[in-house]
Protein backbone atom coordinates (compact mmCIF):
# COMPACT_ATOMS: atom_id res chain seq x y z
CA UNK A 1 0.00 0.00 0.00
CA UNK A 2 2.86 2.64 0.73
CA UNK A 3 4.47 1.70 -2.71
CA UNK A 4 0.95 2.68 -4.21
CA UNK A 5 0.39 6.00 -2.32
CA UNK A 6 4.02 6.98 -3.48
CA UNK A 7 3.52 6.51 -7.42
CA UNK A 8 -0.01 8.16 -6.79
CA UNK A 9 1.73 11.08 -4.55
CA UNK A 10 4.76 10.88 -7.85
CA UNK A 11 1.71 11.12 -10.51
CA UNK A 12 -0.04 13.74 -8.85
CA UNK A 13 3.15 16.26 -9.78
CA UNK A 14 2.38 16.07 -13.25
CA UNK A 15 -0.10 18.96 -13.87
CA UNK A 16 3.37 20.65 -13.54
CA UNK A 17 6.36 18.11 -14.34
CA UNK A 18 4.49 17.35 -17.89
CA UNK A 19 5.05 21.07 -18.93
CA UNK A 20 8.21 21.57 -17.11
CA UNK A 21 9.47 17.87 -18.74
CA UNK A 22 8.58 18.95 -22.37
CA UNK A 23 10.50 22.42 -21.99
CA UNK A 24 13.42 20.90 -20.39
CA UNK A 25 13.39 17.75 -23.19
CA UNK A 26 13.41 20.70 -25.78
CA UNK A 27 16.64 22.66 -24.81
CA UNK A 28 18.23 19.25 -23.78
CA UNK A 29 17.41 17.62 -27.08
CA UNK A 30 18.89 20.52 -28.66
CA UNK A 31 22.05 20.82 -26.84
CA UNK A 32 22.63 16.56 -26.58
CA UNK A 33 21.89 15.75 -30.20
CA UNK A 34 24.92 16.84 -31.97
CA UNK A 35 27.13 15.57 -29.43
CA UNK A 36 26.64 11.94 -30.87
CA UNK A 37 29.86 10.22 -29.47
CA UNK A 38 29.58 12.39 -26.41
CA UNK A 39 25.83 11.73 -26.22
CA UNK A 40 26.95 7.66 -26.40
CA UNK A 41 29.91 8.24 -23.63
CA UNK A 42 27.24 9.33 -21.27
CA UNK A 43 24.49 7.03 -22.06
CA UNK A 44 27.14 4.14 -21.59
CA UNK A 45 27.14 2.34 -24.43
CA UNK A 46 31.31 1.56 -24.09
CA UNK A 47 30.03 0.15 -20.80
CA UNK A 48 27.31 -2.18 -22.00
CA UNK A 49 25.23 -0.88 -19.34
CA UNK A 50 23.54 2.45 -18.69
CA UNK A 51 26.13 4.83 -16.90
CA UNK A 52 23.60 6.70 -14.55
CA UNK A 53 22.79 4.06 -12.90
CA UNK A 54 26.39 3.30 -11.70
CA UNK A 55 27.48 6.69 -11.56
CA UNK A 56 24.34 7.33 -8.63
CA UNK A 57 25.51 5.34 -6.05
CA UNK A 58 28.43 6.95 -5.58
CA UNK A 59 26.99 10.46 -4.82
CA UNK A 60 24.23 8.75 -2.41
CA UNK A 61 26.93 5.85 -0.38
CA UNK A 62 28.99 9.45 0.03
CA UNK A 63 26.63 11.86 1.07
CA UNK A 64 25.69 8.79 3.91
CA UNK A 65 29.34 8.84 4.91
CA UNK A 66 29.68 12.31 5.16
CA UNK A 67 26.18 12.43 7.23
CA UNK A 68 27.52 9.98 9.67
CA UNK A 69 30.93 11.76 10.04
CA UNK A 70 29.45 15.00 10.61
CA UNK A 71 27.27 13.72 13.49
CA UNK A 72 30.62 11.94 14.73
CA UNK A 73 31.92 15.49 14.56
CA UNK A 74 35.29 14.56 11.92
CA UNK A 75 35.21 17.86 10.58
CA UNK A 76 38.01 17.28 7.86
CA UNK A 77 36.66 13.56 6.82
CA UNK A 78 32.99 14.99 6.51
CA UNK A 79 33.79 17.99 4.13
CA UNK A 80 35.49 15.55 1.93
CA UNK A 81 32.68 13.18 1.68
CA UNK A 82 30.14 15.98 0.67
CA UNK A 83 32.66 17.78 -1.57
CA UNK A 84 32.95 14.15 -3.07
CA UNK A 85 29.17 13.93 -3.15
CA UNK A 86 28.73 17.16 -4.99
CA UNK A 87 30.72 16.29 -7.20
CA UNK A 88 29.60 13.34 -8.18
CA UNK A 89 25.94 14.07 -7.67
CA UNK A 90 26.94 17.17 -11.23
CA UNK A 91 28.99 13.68 -13.19
CA UNK A 92 25.60 12.09 -12.89
CA UNK A 93 23.62 14.90 -13.53
CA UNK A 94 25.09 14.83 -17.25
CA UNK A 95 24.50 11.13 -17.90
CA UNK A 96 21.28 12.05 -16.26
CA UNK A 97 20.25 14.68 -18.61
CA UNK A 98 21.87 12.49 -21.54
CA UNK A 99 19.37 9.64 -21.10
CA UNK A 100 16.66 12.59 -20.54
CA UNK A 101 16.63 13.51 -24.16
CA UNK A 102 15.01 9.81 -25.47
CA UNK A 103 12.88 9.40 -22.67
CA UNK A 104 8.85 9.59 -23.28
CA UNK A 105 5.37 10.10 -21.91
CA UNK A 106 4.75 9.00 -18.32
CA UNK A 107 8.55 8.22 -17.70
CA UNK A 108 9.80 11.59 -18.89
CA UNK A 109 7.09 13.09 -16.37
CA UNK A 110 8.56 11.05 -13.23
CA UNK A 111 12.00 11.75 -14.49
CA UNK A 112 11.19 15.44 -14.30
CA UNK A 113 10.54 14.71 -10.60
CA UNK A 114 13.54 13.03 -9.97
CA UNK A 115 16.21 15.27 -11.62
CA UNK A 116 14.23 18.28 -10.09
CA UNK A 117 14.53 16.37 -6.62
CA UNK A 118 18.06 15.78 -6.90
CA UNK A 119 19.13 19.54 -8.08
CA UNK A 120 17.01 21.11 -5.24
CA UNK A 121 19.25 18.65 -3.30
CA UNK A 122 21.95 19.68 -5.02
CA UNK A 123 21.49 23.51 -3.79
CA UNK A 124 21.02 22.19 -0.02
CA UNK A 125 24.53 20.40 -0.05
CA UNK A 126 26.10 23.13 -1.58
CA UNK A 127 24.75 25.62 0.69
CA UNK A 128 25.91 22.88 3.47
CA UNK A 129 29.04 23.54 1.84
CA UNK A 130 29.38 26.99 1.66
CA UNK A 131 28.71 26.89 5.52
CA UNK A 132 31.44 24.82 5.84
CA UNK A 133 34.03 27.49 4.72
CA UNK A 134 36.30 28.91 7.15
CA UNK A 135 35.54 25.66 9.85
CA UNK A 136 32.98 27.72 11.38
CA UNK A 137 32.84 26.89 15.38
CA UNK A 138 29.14 26.21 15.25
CA UNK A 139 28.11 23.68 12.56
CA UNK A 140 24.62 23.60 13.36
CA UNK A 141 23.70 24.79 9.91
CA UNK A 142 25.88 22.84 7.67
CA UNK A 143 25.01 19.37 9.74
CA UNK A 144 21.55 20.26 9.89
CA UNK A 145 21.33 21.17 6.00
CA UNK A 146 23.66 18.17 4.71
CA UNK A 147 20.70 15.50 6.72
CA UNK A 148 17.91 18.00 4.42
CA UNK A 149 19.94 16.84 1.20
CA UNK A 150 20.20 13.40 1.92
CA UNK A 151 16.63 13.09 2.96
CA UNK A 152 15.63 15.00 -0.49
CA UNK A 153 18.08 13.05 -2.42
CA UNK A 154 16.82 9.84 -0.78
CA UNK A 155 13.46 11.04 -2.36
CA UNK A 156 14.77 11.50 -5.23
CA UNK A 157 16.99 8.54 -6.01
CA UNK A 158 12.64 6.74 -5.11
CA UNK A 159 11.44 8.09 -8.03
CA UNK A 160 14.69 7.33 -9.98
CA UNK A 161 14.10 3.92 -8.82
CA UNK A 162 10.61 4.02 -10.03
CA UNK A 163 11.50 5.23 -13.53
CA UNK A 164 13.79 2.66 -14.22
CA UNK A 165 12.39 -0.50 -11.93
CA UNK A 166 8.58 0.05 -13.15
CA UNK A 167 8.82 1.82 -16.22
CA UNK A 168 12.17 0.00 -17.55
CA UNK A 169 13.55 3.26 -18.94
CA UNK A 170 17.09 2.73 -20.45
CA UNK A 171 16.43 -1.46 -19.10
CA UNK A 172 16.46 -4.19 -22.29
CA UNK A 173 13.77 -5.14 -23.55
CA UNK A 174 14.81 -8.84 -23.86
CA UNK A 175 16.10 -9.40 -20.72
CA UNK A 176 13.83 -12.43 -20.30
CA UNK A 177 13.54 -13.16 -23.76
CA UNK A 178 14.76 -16.93 -24.32
CA UNK A 179 18.32 -17.62 -26.12
CA UNK A 180 17.46 -20.83 -27.46
CA UNK A 181 19.72 -21.75 -30.29
CA UNK A 182 17.26 -23.95 -32.45
CA UNK A 183 15.85 -23.71 -35.93
CA UNK A 184 12.52 -22.33 -35.93
CA UNK A 185 10.44 -22.21 -38.73
CA UNK A 186 10.04 -18.73 -40.42
CA UNK A 187 6.09 -16.90 -41.17
CA UNK A 188 7.07 -14.38 -43.66
CA UNK A 189 3.16 -13.43 -44.13
CA UNK A 190 3.13 -10.25 -46.72
CA UNK A 191 6.52 -10.16 -46.88
CA UNK A 192 6.88 -13.48 -49.17
CA UNK A 193 9.85 -15.13 -50.94
CA UNK A 194 12.85 -13.21 -48.80
CA UNK A 195 15.01 -12.91 -52.10
CA UNK A 196 12.88 -10.54 -53.38
CA UNK A 197 12.71 -7.95 -51.05
CA UNK A 198 13.59 -4.62 -51.83
CA UNK A 199 17.00 -4.27 -51.04
CA UNK A 200 17.91 -2.49 -47.83
CA UNK A 201 13.77 -2.00 -46.96
CA UNK A 202 12.90 -3.78 -43.14
CA UNK A 203 10.18 -6.21 -43.45
CA UNK A 204 8.21 -7.54 -40.33
CA UNK A 205 8.26 -11.38 -40.01
CA UNK A 206 7.08 -13.97 -37.25
CA UNK A 207 8.91 -17.00 -35.81
CA UNK A 208 7.22 -18.62 -33.46
CA UNK A 209 6.28 -16.11 -30.65
CA UNK A 210 8.64 -13.87 -31.78
CA UNK A 211 8.56 -10.48 -34.22
CA UNK A 212 11.21 -10.25 -36.11
CA UNK A 213 12.83 -7.59 -38.92
CA UNK A 214 14.36 -8.99 -41.91
CA UNK A 215 16.51 -7.00 -44.24
CA UNK A 216 17.82 -7.95 -47.59
CA UNK A 217 21.50 -6.40 -48.31
CA UNK A 218 22.77 -8.29 -51.47
CA UNK A 219 22.22 -12.11 -51.39
CA UNK A 220 21.52 -12.29 -47.79
CA UNK A 221 18.80 -11.86 -45.47
CA UNK A 222 19.41 -10.06 -42.41
CA UNK A 223 17.43 -10.70 -39.22
CA UNK A 224 16.63 -9.31 -35.94
CA UNK A 225 14.01 -8.84 -33.34
CA UNK A 226 11.84 -6.22 -34.53
CA UNK A 227 11.43 -4.63 -30.96
CA UNK A 228 14.15 -2.22 -29.93
CA UNK A 229 16.17 -3.22 -26.70
CA UNK A 230 16.04 0.32 -25.66
CA UNK A 231 12.62 1.79 -25.77
CA UNK A 232 10.60 -1.02 -27.70
CA UNK A 233 10.67 0.91 -30.92
CA UNK A 234 9.45 -0.95 -33.91
CA UNK A 235 12.24 -1.89 -36.01
CA UNK A 236 10.38 -2.74 -38.92
CA UNK A 237 9.67 1.12 -39.28
CA UNK A 238 13.24 1.93 -39.29
CA UNK A 239 15.96 2.71 -42.06
CA UNK A 240 19.43 0.91 -42.76
CA UNK A 241 22.30 3.54 -42.01
CA UNK A 242 25.69 2.39 -42.61
CA UNK A 243 25.30 -1.31 -42.06
CA UNK A 244 23.27 -0.56 -39.25
CA UNK A 245 19.59 -0.92 -38.82
CA UNK A 246 18.28 2.41 -37.03
CA UNK A 247 15.47 2.79 -34.52
CA UNK A 248 12.49 5.34 -36.05
CA UNK A 249 11.84 6.09 -32.46
CA UNK A 250 15.39 7.54 -30.95
CA UNK A 251 17.79 6.66 -33.40
CA UNK A 252 19.38 3.43 -32.29
CA UNK A 253 21.46 1.77 -34.87
CA UNK A 254 22.24 -2.32 -34.20
CA UNK A 255 24.37 -3.98 -36.87
CA UNK A 256 22.88 -6.11 -39.07
CA UNK A 257 25.57 -8.84 -38.98
CA UNK A 258 24.98 -9.39 -35.14
CA UNK A 259 22.62 -7.22 -33.52
CA UNK A 260 25.68 -5.41 -31.93
CA UNK A 261 24.47 -1.65 -30.71
CA UNK A 262 26.37 0.97 -32.64
CA UNK A 263 25.09 3.95 -31.65
CA UNK A 264 22.87 5.17 -28.56
CA UNK A 265 20.66 5.63 -26.68
CA UNK A 266 20.79 1.78 -26.76
CA UNK A 267 23.28 0.21 -24.48
CA UNK A 268 22.24 -3.37 -24.60
CA UNK A 269 22.38 -5.20 -28.23
CA UNK A 270 19.98 -6.07 -30.26
CA UNK A 271 19.21 -10.11 -30.64
CA UNK A 272 19.77 -11.04 -33.75
CA UNK A 273 19.18 -14.27 -35.97
CA UNK A 274 20.86 -16.46 -39.17
CA UNK A 275 18.59 -17.14 -41.37
CA UNK A 276 18.25 -20.46 -44.14
CA UNK A 277 16.53 -21.37 -46.77
CA UNK A 278 14.54 -24.78 -46.39
CA UNK A 279 14.57 -27.93 -48.84
CA UNK A 280 10.85 -27.03 -48.18
CA UNK A 281 10.78 -23.70 -49.83
CA UNK A 282 10.54 -21.76 -46.95
CA UNK A 283 12.95 -20.23 -44.70
CA UNK A 284 13.56 -20.97 -40.80
CA UNK A 285 15.50 -18.79 -38.15
CA UNK A 286 18.21 -19.27 -35.72
CA UNK A 287 19.02 -16.94 -32.91
CA UNK A 288 22.87 -16.33 -32.96
CA UNK A 289 24.86 -16.42 -29.81
CA UNK A 290 24.95 -13.09 -27.69
Avoid at 218 to 227: L, N, R, Y
Avoid at 238 to 246: H, I, K, N, T, Y
Wanted: proline share 4%; glycine share 12%.
Amino acid sequence: MLGRLFVRLIDAQAGWSRPFGDFNHRWLAALFRPLGPIKDLLHGRWLGHPLHAALTDVPIGALVVAVVLDLANQRAAADIALAGTIVFMLLAALSGAADYVDTDGTARARATVHSTLMVLGLVVLVLSMFFRTGDPADRTIPVVLSILGLAIVGAGAYVGGDVAYQLGNMVSRHAFRGRGMKWIALDTGTAGDLSQLAESTPAKVRAGANDLVVVRIGGTIHAMHAVCAHAGGPMAEGRVVDGCLECPWHGSRFDLGNGQVRRGPAVYDQPAYEVRATEAGGYEVRRLPA
